[in-house]
């Protein structure tokens, strides 16, 4: 059963929490929703042999297509895909150390292509 407890009490443990104090987008829990994210993206981006640099050179139409594609909500700034390309390069990195092991190669490299385009060579 709930007590009632003086108005002015509740703003000394509580505090006063209106809608403009609280900034989400710094918040603890929406930097671990970016790395969820950021974690999520990488997995499909390694798996296609994207790496950091090419996954950033992309346009922010593209990314936001391969992101749908990975059937992830596309991130809203550039933060969570600054993140993802830093997660593509530890796992390149990894990779290299690991060349024997069977996560150390994409299991769709074939669809790089669809995704970054090689550059043209001149005439």
Sequence with gaps: MFTSVPHSSL????????SGDFDFAHSDQAAKSRRDKATALARYVWDRGIDGAELLALSDAVRRKLARA?????????????????????????????????????????????????PIAPW
């Design 11 to 18: 703003l000394l443990v509580l505090g006063t929490v209106t």
């Design 70 to 118: 990975a059937d992830i909500s596309p991130p809203s700034t550039m933060e969570t895909w600054n993140i993802t390309a830093e997660l593509l390069d530890v796992k390149n990195l990894w990779a290299r150390n690991n060349p024997a092991h069977p996560s150390a190669t994409p299991m769709h490299g074939e669809e790089k292509i669809m995704w970054v385009k090689p």
